[in-house]
Antibody, heavy 124, light 107 residues
Framework: EVQLLESGGGLVQPGGSLRLSCAGS????????MNWVRQAPGKGLEWVSG????????YYADSVKGRFTISRDNSRNTVDLQMNSLRAEDTAIYYC?????????????????WGQGALVTVSS | EIVVTQSPATLSVSPGERATLSCRAS??????LAWYQQKPGQAPRLLMY???TRATGIPARFSGSGSGTEFTLTISRLQSEDFAVYFC?????????FGQGTKLEIK
């Protein structure tokens, strides 16, 4: 059974830093692109960042570029999101999500498994 | 960045009826569009990808169509468990943008 478990959420002051971690199990972690998606209270989904299976390519939403850094450790089956210079508008539930990956004929970079989320609150 | 727009924001439909949700991309995404369902307090669930391919375990009453910039998610014979918020997402390029969501509520 595929499982994604986020940790590291909490309350942080504006301008502060926080590191989220996501542990994956039940699948070959090193074979899949991993993502972070956030959802502000009562709002829609916002894709935040993604990292390729080997960690060689990273992608960011404009809203977090230069402040957030995604990384992964395939030996520990974890993907992290380092969040710096946090703002009130970064307050959200942060979900870790796995790409569906590829079949024999096609690749589908859609999010087929999600964690339950970690709440990040940026407030003084 | 590709902007994805969903309509309507809220859709009121009676159980047993059909619901039609729309999603529009600001430029062509070919068939690189997915739909997700989210219920209160839960993580989103993948419904559809490739615009029209149901994900594992998704009932046949869910169907998707469209390509390019215009897409539709249709739910025939609505059941109580279908009332939720639905998001579409393009994955043609990075960043993988979501629409703002359509809330499907009981009429």
């Amino acid at each position: 059974e595929v499982q994604l478990l986020e940790s590291g959420g909490g309350l942080v002051q504006p301008g502060g830093s926080l590191r989220l971690s996501c542990a994956g199990s039940g699948f070959t972690f090193s074979s899949y692109t991993m993502n972070w998606v956030r959802q502000a209270p009562g709002k829609g989904l916002e894709w935040v960042s993604g990292i390729s299976a080997d960690g060689g390519s990273t992608y960011y939403a404009d809203s977090v570029k230069g402040r957030f850094t995604i990384s992964r450790d395939n030996s520990r089956n974890t993907v992290d999101l380092q969040m710096n210079s946090l703002r009130a508008e970064d307050t959200a539930i942060y979900y870790c999500a796995k790409d569906k990956g590829c079949s024999t004929t096609s690749c589908y970079p859609v999010l087929d498994y999600w964690g339950q989320g970690a709440l990040v609150t940026v407030s003084s | 960045e590709i902007v994805v727009t969903q309509s309507p924001a809220t859709l009121s439909v009676s159980p047993g009826e059909r619901a039609t949700l729309s999603c529009r991309a600001s430029q062509s995404v070919s068939s690189n569009l997915a739909w997700y369902q989210q219920k209160p307090g839960q993580a989103p669930r993948l419904l559809m990808y490739g615009a029209s391919t149901r994900a594992t375990g998704i009932p046949a009453r869910f169907s998707g169509s469209g390509s390019g910039t215009e897409f539709t998610l249709t739910i025939s014979r609505l059941q109580s468990e279908d009332f939720a918020v639905y998001f579409c997402q393009q994955y043609y390029n990075w960043p993988r943008s979501f629409g703002q969501g359509t809330k499907l509520e009981i009429k």
